[in-house]
């Protein structure tokens, strides 16, 4: 046997050298190609919302109802998870797992403060008698972000998970593209924000 | 083991041809930190320009072309699609692509029907 084959066997741990015959690693390539089906998911939301945004009731539209200062301020949260993400992928690339596990929780929090604004904000929506079922621009705006929003719930469970791994010493250095495709998917559902806050939040409706 | 084998059982390792020439040469956390303070500013001026009751069409460019330049820049720098492998750039852009095709022919067609 070659001393190729022999490390081959030898490394025993699952995805190690599991690069596809594009010369990148498979489980990287997948995630990519899921982010792509994403944008085709999530263009059909903002489409049906774009199509549906102004058949409410006077008064009761989901654009009469948005509190602009209110969604700025989430957004900027989202738009720092992506800092504190990238700043965990360096750090576990440098070795330094405190600070790994540091910069996850941060994102983490980050994920949840945005989270419990955007219950908050559907809190108040349902109060003033937009709901998923009032009109189509109701469902259309509930469906699209909260499917968002269970994308960003999704991406906390992950990286409260990894932090659950570093604790247990099972996240080295080796294994940091677990942490790098954790990273990608926290930032495309940050890049799918970019676009829900302009095409549905500030673009206006008429 | 003989040679032929071998060359079945060993994954190719990341060859030249799939990186670019700045390949997994990943930007520093201060760069990181720039890329952030220049998103947050990008998110005030889009703000401000939401209050500036410009005309409809100027507004939807501005805004478009603002948050256009926000999505670069994550997928750049911390998606890393600047310095990684330029095929896993193709393969986002399909998706970026097609949903920019697609959802405005679909939404042109059913305006038509609906009107």
Redesign the interface.
Known sequence: ??Q??LA?TASGIPGE????????DSR??GM??F??????F???L??TY??YRSRAPLGKSPHDLYD??YT?VS??VL??S??T???AL?AI?RGDHARLRLWLLATAMLGMVFIGGQVYEFTVFTEKGLNLSHSVAGSSFFVLTGFHGAHVSVGILWLLSLVGFSLRDELPVERSLNVEIA??YW??V??VW??I???VY???SK | ?D?T??AI???????D???SPAAHA?P??AQ??R??VA??AI?AV??TV?YLNLP?KL??GV??G??SI??AL??A???HLKFD?H??RR??L???I???L???V??FT??VLFH
């Open positions: 046997m070659t190729a084959a081959l050298h599991d690069y596809a015959v594009t010369g990148i990287k390539l990519w190609a982010l792509a089906s994403e944008c085709l999530f263009g059909a903002i489409s774009m199509l602009i200062p700025s957004s900027f738009l720092m992506s800092l993400m990238v700043l360096a690339q990273g990608l930032h495309f940050d890049v970019i676009v806050f302009t095409v500030l673009i206006p | 083991m040679d084998t071998t059982a060993v994954p190719s390792e990341p060859t041809d799939a990186l990943h520093d956390p990181y930190v890329v952030a998103l947050a998110t889009e703000v939401y409809a507004l939807v805004l478009v603002l948050a926000k999505f994550v997928a720098y911390f998606m492998a095929l896993l393969v986002f399909t998706g970026i097609l949903a920019c697609v959802y405005p679909a939404l059913l305006k």
